[in-house]
C-alpha cells in the first residue's frame, strides 16, 4: 500500500530557507508515469499548490511562488523534496505532499502534513 | 490564472437532509474539476475527479455534476462523519497551475 512520509523542520527562521522530504514507500517513484507535488495551507485557509515534479525531474510551479521554490527528487531514495527560499510569517502553513498523473487531479494518499512556523 | 469560486462560505444542515455545494470558475475548465473532503487535522481526501466520478471507496450518497464553469457536488443525506470542510480543484491549465476553491464549511445544524 503506497504511503507518503514526509520530514522536515517545524520551524524556520524568517529570510531562512525551508526544506521538507516525502519519502514514497509502497510503490516507485519513478512508475506509472506520476508527478509528485507540494501543497500548503496557512492555518485556518484553504488549500494551495505549490508545483511538482517527475521523476525524471520536469517541474512545474505555482507561479506565484516559482522565483523561491525548488523541487528535487532522488529516485534512489525514493523521495522528492522541497525548498523554499527567504520564508516570512506569510509561508507558516501545513505542508503536504501528494501524487498526480500530468492534467489529473490530486490522488490519496497525501502524506500526514508538516506545519512549518517561521518565526524567530 | 484561473480562479475557483466556492459557495456558500458555511453551510448549515441536519443529518439525513440533502447539502448541495457550489463550485463555479472564473473561466471554463470543461470537466476537470475534483472535489476533497477535509476534516480536522487531517489531509484532504479526494471524493469526486472528472466532474462527476467518484473516488474508490466513496459512499455512493456523494454525487458531483457540471461542466464548464459550474459544479456541484451532492450528499444525498448526510451521515455524522460528512460535517467536514469540502474543496473544488481545478486541473484544466497548462502548464499545470492548479487551484482550489476557498472552501464549504458543512457544520451540523
Known amino acids: 500500500q503506497l504511503q507518503l512520509q514526509q520530514s522536515g523542520p517545524g520551524l524556520v527562521k524568517p529570510s531562512e530557507t525551508l526544506s521538507l522530504t516525502c519519502t514514497v514507500s509502497?510503490?516507485?517513484?519513478?512508475?506509472?508515469?506520476?508527478?509528485w507535488g507540494w501543497i500548503r495551507q496557512p492555518p485556518g485557509r484553504g488549500l494551495e499548490w505549490i508545483g511538482s515534479?517527475?521523476?525524471?525531474?520536469?517541474?512545474y510551479f505555482n507561479p506565484s511562488l516559482k522565483s523561491r521554490v525548488t523541487i528535487s527528487v532522488d529516485t534512489s531514495k525514493n523521495q522528492f523534496s522541497l525548498k523554499l527560499t527567504s520564508v516570512s510569517a506569510a509561508d507558516t502553513a501545513v505542508y503536504y505532499c501528494?501524487?498526480?498523473?500530468?492534467?489529473?487531479?490530486?490522488?490519496?494518499?497525501w502524506g500526514q502534513g508538516t506545519l512549518v512556523t517561521v518565526s524567530s | 490564472e484561473i480562479v475557483m469560486t466556492q459557495s456558500p462560505a458555511t453551510l448549515s444542515v441536519s443529518p439525513g437532509d440533502r447539502a448541495t455545494l457550489s463550485c463555479r470558475a472564473s473561466?471554463?475548465?470543461?470537466?476537470?474539476l475534483a472535489w476533497y473532503q477535509q476534516k480536522d487535522g487531517q489531509a484532504p481526501r479526494l471524493l469526486i475527479y472528472?466532474?462527476?466520478t467518484r473516488a474508490t471507496g466513496v459512499p455512493a450518497r456523494f454525487s458531483g455534476s457540471g461542466s464548464g464553469t459550474d459544479f456541484t457536488l451532492t450528499i444525498s443525506s448526510l451521515q455524522s462523519e460528512d460535517f467536514a470542510v469540502y474543496y473544488c480543484?481545478?486541473?484544466?491549465?497548462?502548464?499545470?497551475?492548479?487551484?482550489f476553491g476557498q472552501g464549504t464549511i458543512l457544520e451540523i445544524k
Open positions: 515534479i517527475s521523476y525524471s525531474g520536469s517541474t
Open positions: 480543484q481545478q486541473y484544466n491549465e497548462w502548464p499545470p497551475a492548479y487551484t
Open positions: 473561466q471554463s475548465i470543461s470537466s476537470f
Open positions: 472528472g466532474a462527476s
Open positions: 501528494a501524487r498526480h498523473k500530468v492534467g489529473q487531479q490530486m490522488r490519496d494518499p
Open positions: 509502497g510503490g516507485s517513484i519513478s512508475g506509472s508515469n506520476y508527478y
